[in-house]
T-cell receptor, first 113, second 113 residues
Framework: NAGVTQTPKFQVLKTGQSMTLQCAQD?????MYWYRQDPGMGLRLIYY???????DKGEVPNGYNVSRLNKREFSLRLESAAPSQTSVYFC????????????FGSGTQLSVL | SQQGEEDPQALSIQEGENATMNCSYK?????LQWYRQNSGRGLVHLIL?????REKHSGRLRVTLDTSKKSSSLLITASRAADTASYFC?????????????FGKGTLLTVNP
């Protein structure tokens, strides 16, 4: 079982460049999430998709866009990267419901120079 | 804003000892979850405790929840070197979005052989 797969694992961008982080899950989960993890800050929610066809802002959405392409895939796009977006990005998925746990991908380490 | 705050920030113990980590949160919750993160990897779900539960066990893990004090503790008994990781609590607020899980900043546990 692959679970949650993120690509790429590492990326270096120059300020102003754009890129898309890809995420796919094979567990037939309804909900998908994008988090960023910064030293001393824990994980912060960027965007989430409760179900196919819907997306909503999380705690830190500025500078990002998302697309729920289908039930399996949820992408995160940086239109014009900034050094403040240097972080480790995690995609996660869960089945619907209040008491469901999250399954995480292995992360994308992004550096913006 | 961070909901959960773990304490201590870092903990170093010898193999075989017990490790206790604490989490405090600010609002009413539906459930509280604990996750483990090994260095350079994604988070892995350990255990979920609902707001109407006071204690839960899973193998060498014991979690308690005190909703009156808005706090939880994670106890790992008979620790092993392989338990070395960061541990995060995460809360799902009651009355809030079912899809938002808010993470604390984590406790870094080091188990020395």
């Amino acid at each position: 079982n692959a679970g949650v797969t993120q690509t790429p694992k590492f990326q270096v961008l120059k300020t102003g460049q754009s890129m898309t982080l890809q995420c796919a899950q094979d567990m037939n989960h309804n909900s998908m999430y994008w988090y960023r993890q910064d030293p001393g800050m824990g994980l912060r929610l960027i965007y989430y998709s409760a179900s196919e066809g819907t997306t909503d802002k999380g705690e830190v959405p500025n500078g990002y866009n998302v697309s729920r392409l289908n039930k399996r895939e949820f992408s995160l796009r940086l239109e014009s990267a900034a050094p403040s977006q240097t972080s480790v990005y995690f995609c996660a998925s869960s089945d619907a419901g209040t008491n469901e746990k999250l399954f995480f991908g292995s992360g994308t380490q992004l550096s913006v120079l | 804003s961070q909901q959960g705050e773990e304490d201590p920030q870092a903990l170093s113990i010898q193999e075989g000892e017990n490790a206790t980590m604490n989490c405090s949160y600010k609002t009413s919750i539906n459930n509280l979850q604990w996750y483990r993160q090994n260095s350079g990897r994604g988070l892995v779900h350990l255990i979920l405790i609902r707001s109407n539960e006071r204690e839960k066990h899973s193998g060498r893990l014991r979690v308690t929840l005190d909703t009156s004090k808005k706090s939880s503790s994670l106890l790992i008994t008979a620790s092993r070197a392989a338990d070395t990781a960061s541990y995060f609590c995460a809360t799902r607020e009651s009355g809030g979005s079912n899809y938002k899980l808010t993470f604390g900043k984590g406790t870094l546990l080091t188990v020395n052989p």
